[in-house]
Each structure stands twice: as C-alpha cells, then as structure tokens.
C-alpha cells in the first residue's frame, strides 16, 4: 500500500506534467494504481490532499532547500549564494514551478501558498546579500529571484547550466562592492 508521501510526490509529478486541473482522484488513483479507499484512507478528501500537496512544494522547494544550504554555517554569504543557486536549478525543473505558479493564479489556497514561498525565497535571498554587505539586498534578492522565476518562462525554458551562468554574471555585483568569495 502506498503510503502518504507517495500520493503527494506523485501528485507533484502530475502537477508537473499536467497542470492543476488534471490532479484528480481518479487521475491519480488510476497513476497508483490504488483504489479511492486508499487514497481517502490518507487524506480524507480531494481538498485535504491539495492542502498538503502545496504544504509538500513549499517545505520540498523552499524550506528543505534553505536547509541545505544553512547546513553549513561556516560557508560566507557568497558561498550560500552560490549552493542556494545550485541546488535550486538542479532540485526542481521549470515545469513544476510553472505549474504551480498558474494554479496560484487560479486559487485561493495555492495563491496564499506562493506568496509564502516568494516571501521566504526572497527574505532569505535579502539576509545573504545583507550579509554579504550588497548596498542594495532588497533589490540584489529580487534581481537574484527572477532569474530562477523568469528562466522557467522563456521558451524554450533556461537550461539550468544557463541559470547558473547568468548567476556568476551577477555575483560581481556583491563582488564590486568590496566582498570577496
């Protein structure tokens, strides 16, 4: 039997691959090939399951990642730039950020969730820049943020070597005020 993790990374995948509109009982059950009372035995209801599946995007794609990159507290804020950077590209692919992104735009709950997650993402883009002694770390974290925002919507989407590219393109700007990696 799965178990609730298992529903949740599989509901990921198919927000992913399908948008919002295709995360659905049925959809899902026939994926896991389980059977409705299994997936109510986890969730009790379509809307408690898309209560947690934004609860698992929110902790999977912004707290754990944070995470990793705290994990080590000697690193300077450059080098938490950096591994943030990193992993960010590599943890998730744009379709999933995309996707979660148009049901923000279509929903209460998932829109409350997004601005969480934009809020954090940023916040704690502007404490390393703060750190790192940018003039300028509320404007530095938003620039820093769009990249990882905007190269998800060109077409085709930003490779994530690319994304980390344009990243070293702006480091020099916390550089050029005196830092150092």
Same mark, same amino acid.
């Given at each position: 039997?799965?178990? /609730?993790?298992?529903?949740?990374?599989?509901?990921?995948?198919?927000?992913?691959?399908?948008?919002?509109?295709?995360? =659905? %009982?049925?959809?899902?059950?026939?994926?896991?090939?389980? !059977?409705?009372?299994?997936?109510?035995?986890?969730?009790? !209801?379509?809307?408690?399951?898309? =209560?947690?599946?934004?609860?698992?995007?929110?902790?999977?794609? =912004?707290?754990?990642?944070? $995470?990793?990159?705290?994990? $080590?507290?000697?690193? !300077?804020?450059?080098?938490? %730039?950096?591994?943030?950077?990193?992993?960010?590209? @590599? $943890? =998730?692919?744009?379709?999933?950020? @995309?996707?979660?992104?148009?049901?923000?735009?279509?929903?209460?709950?998932?829109?409350?969730?997004?601005?969480?997650?934009?809020?954090?993402?940023?916040?704690?883009?502007?404490? %390393?820049?703060?750190?790192?002694?940018?003039? !300028?770390?509320?404007?530095?974290?938003?620039?820093?943020?769009?990249?990882? @925002? +905007? +190269?998800?919507?060109?077409?085709?989407?930003?490779? /994530?070597?690319?994304?980390?590219?344009?990243?070293?393109?702006?480091?020099?700007?916390?550089?050029?005020?005196?830092?150092?990696?």
């Amino acid at each position: 039997m799965a178990n /609730a993790e298992a529903w949740l990374d599989e509901g990921l995948v198919l927000l992913a691959e399908q948008g919002a509109p295709a995360v =659905t %009982l049925d959809r899902m059950c026939e994926r896991m090939g389980m !059977s409705k009372g299994a997936f109510y035995h986890h969730f009790g !209801s379509m809307p408690k399951f898309r =209560t947690r599946l934004l609860a698992r995007y929110e902790e999977r794609y =912004t707290t754990a990642i944070i $995470d990793v990159v705290e994990a $080590d507290a000697a690193l !300077s804020a450059r080098r938490k %730039l950096d591994r943030l950077a990193r992993e960010a590209i @590599i $943890d =998730t692919g744009p379709d999933l950020e @995309i996707a979660v992104r148009a049901w923000a735009n279509q929903d209460r709950e998932a829109a409350e969730m997004q601005q969480r997650v934009d809020a954090t993402r940023i916040a704690y883009l502007r404490g %390393l820049c703060e750190e790192a002694g940018h003039s !300028s770390p509320d404007r530095l974290a938003v620039l820093l943020y769009l990249v990882l @925002i +905007g +190269g998800a919507h060109l077409m085709p989407p930003l490779p /994530a070597a690319d994304k980390h590219d344009i990243y070293e393109l702006l480091y020099p700007l916390l550089d050029a005020e005196g830092n150092t990696p």
